[in-house]
């Protein structure tokens, strides 16, 4: 069994600044790519930075030169966000490609953790 799971959101004021982390764990052989997304309220979920291992990032145009995607190590993704806006409040999910230890590649998802900006 695999599992992510998310800490670091919370409330933080326009301008300011939070860390998010997701950790992979259980019967895992590979961590393929890992990333983000979110869900405000009313809107569907959308794409905000992934991080393939050993590649390069990508971001969505809303979020680019503001947060920081990064990999403590194979298990482990980070979002940092900066100069946060009224309108990143919302869900965060972490999502990872896995390839378990029976060598079958799925995606998972993270329960989600919540990030309001308050102005």
């Known amino acids: 069994q695999v599992q992510l799971v998310e800490s670091g959101g919370g409330l933080a004021q326009v301008g300011g600044s939070l860390r998010l982390s997701c950790v992979a764990s259980?019967?895992?052989?590979?961590?393929?790519?890992m990333g983000w997304y979110r869900q405000a309220p009313g809107k569907q979920r959308e794409f905000v930075a992934t991080?393939?291992?050993?590649?390069?990032a990508n971001y969505a145009d809303s979020v680019e030169g503001r947060f920081t995607i990064s990999r403590d190590n194979a298990y482990t993704v980070n979002l940092q966000m900066n100069s946060l806006k009224s309108e990143d409040t919302a869900v965060y999910y972490c999502?990872?490609?896995?390839?378990?230890?029976?060598?079958?590649?799925?995606?998972?998802g993270g329960q989600g953790t919540q990030v309001t900006v308050s102005s």
């Open positions: 999502n990872a490609e896995i390839t378990n230890s029976a060598r079958a590649t799925s995606l998972y």
């Open positions: 259980g019967s895992i052989f590979r961590v393929n790519n």
């Open positions: 991080l393939p291992a050993g590649g390069n």
